[in-house]
């Protein structure tokens, strides 16, 4: 039986970061990588496709790093999280 895979839906998903990221706030998954327990996501940003980084998936999950899906400054100032 094959082992189920962590994060079945990395590829494609588009995130927002909480904070600008090489002048960037909104990236798409294009590619993603296991390495042993570890799984990386092949970031992209989506107005200058020059701006590519890995990033651990683990990280996508942390709220105060990013946000699923692509979000306005003010979407993200209505679901800030008190520090």
Do not use: I
């Not at 588009?14 to 798409?28: A, L, N």
């Not at 990033?55 to 100032?77: T, Y």
């Amino acid at each position: 039986m094959a082992r189920k895979q962590r994060f079945p839906y990395l590829v494609g998903s588009k995130w927002t970061s909480r904070q600008e990221t090489w002048g960037w706030r909104h990236f798409q998954v294009v590619n993603r990588k296991n390495e042993g327990s570890w799984v990386f996501a092949e970031m992209v940003a989506a107005c200058d496709p020059s701006v590519r980084f890995w990033v651990s998936a683990k990280q996508l999950k942390d709220a105060s790093l990013w946000q699923a899906g692509w979000k306005s400054l003010q979407e993200q100032a209505g679901s800030e999280m008190p520090l």
